[in-house]
């Protein structure tokens, strides 16, 4: 049985000593740590820290969320993914400016009611921000609990999620909400890894169930997972006239509001340079050709694993007003303009490897005399 009190100081100790040098960390700002908690989800902490630090210095508060474009947001979001998040962001931040005079709610229920908002970043908030004997359960709490208890089915079936809640709850300490659920979260990433736990430096290890029985590499149980999808798709970035052809998704699509390069999805018996055409075609009715292939990069979310086949174009017809069908705007922008806009991965990569070739100014120069 574990004892609570000596659980308790154990791991806050630990954690006042080995807790990491996180910059929402020196000041507790509600602002700072909604804005972190909303980044973490989904993110590798050592991006997020990047992204963190680069967002506050342009957008310090909430009135300065709530001012900022939706084009400026996703630029700042550009490369964490998941993009409803910013949006949610900035939908929110407008809520706290007309209904909360520019402050985060204090209320689990109030955050409830914010878009973006749930029942997890509620408690992170009342917890971590406020100091509020609220239990904070992510993945990391989730495996150590499941060591610490040994619990022997998975840990995201319902009676697992439920036990596990109950003894975050019961082991909180009174007042002590704010590092007592950060140490949780933090041995977790630190020493109770997913694989090969670090149990000889773990504060908690005398407790641990698992560990005590040698199991501690076979908890958590595994749960099945999901087949891998894998897709080809081409598109191509359209020289004319010394600009460059980019339009913007529609508001209901995947990756609503970014801005990219026509194209789509390899048809069966299709090469990545027909589909290009095809696909710059239907979305634009722009004839383009004389492609010149650039670089095929890669890209992953959720279960998809994406080949981007990238080329250059140009134009075949000098009709260069689009009708467009897969897009709610379009423009033509120079090389310079193109880092004020914010891709999806996979373009962003393109342009990524463009931005390093000798040749693209040579090419934009030899697009203005066609």
């Not at 100790?13 to 740590?33: C, K, Q, S, V």
């Not at 909180?172 to 007592?180: A, I, K, Q, T, V």
């Not at 090969?196 to 749960?223: F, H, T, Y």
């Not at 279960?303 to 000098?318: A, M, Q, S």
């Amino acid at each position: 049985m574990i004892k609570t009190k000596e659980f308790q100081k154990y791991l806050l100790e630990w954690f006042a000593a080995h807790g990491r040098d996180l910059p929402w960390r020196h000041t507790y700002l509600p602002y700072h740590i909604w804005i972190s908690e909303i980044m973490l989800q989904q993110t590798q902490m050592d991006r997020v820290v990047e992204y963190f630090n680069r967002w506050v210095r342009r957008l310090p508060d909430i009135a300065s969320v709530a001012s900022a474009s939706e084009e400026q947001i996703l630029k700042l979001w550009e490369g964490l993914g998941y993009y409803s998040r910013a949006r949610n962001i900035r939908r929110c931040a407008a809520i706290l400016m007309q209904k909360h005079n520019g402050h985060i709610p204090d209320d689990y229920s109030a955050l409830l009611s914010l878009p973006g908002i749930g029942p997890y970043t509620a408690a992170a908030l009342m917890s971590i921000a406020f100091n509020r004997d609220y239990p904070v359960v992510d993945a990391n709490v989730e495996r150590v609990f499941s060591r610490l208890f040994d619990i022997r089915s998975p840990v995201k079936q319902k009676e697992n999620i439920t036990f596990i809640r109950k003894k975050a709850k019961k082991l909180l300490p009174h007042g002590r909400s704010r590092f007592y659920n950060q140490a949780l979260m933090e041995l977790g990433a630190l020493i109770c890894q997913p694989k090969n736990p670090d149990c000889i430096n773990c504060p908690i290890r005398s407790d641990c169930k698992a560990r005590i029985l040698g199991i501690q590499n076979e908890r958590p149980m595994p749960v099945p997972s999901k087949e891998t999808v894998f897709i080809d798709m081409a598109t191509a970035i359209l020289l004319h006239n010394g600009k460059i052809f980019i339009q913007k998704r529609l508001k209901k699509d995947v990756w609503a509001g970014l801005w990219e390069f026509p194209g789509g999805r390899i048809k069966k018996g299709e090469s990545p340079a027909e589909a290009v055409v095809r696909e710059f075609y239907e979305e634009t009715e722009l004839r383009i050709g004389h492609l010149e292939e650039i670089i095929s990069v890669k890209h992953s979310y959720t279960i998809y694993r994406v080949t981007l086949h990238g080329y250059y174009c140009r134009l075949t017809n000098g009709l260069d007003k689009p009708v467009l069908h897969a897009a709610q705007e379009y423009r033509w922008v120079s090389p310079d303009e193109l880092s004020a806009f914010a891709f999806p991965a996979g373009h962003r990569r393109l342009l990524e490897h463009i931005s390093k070739e000798r040749d693209l100014t040579e090419r934009i120069s030899h697009s203005l005399n066609e």
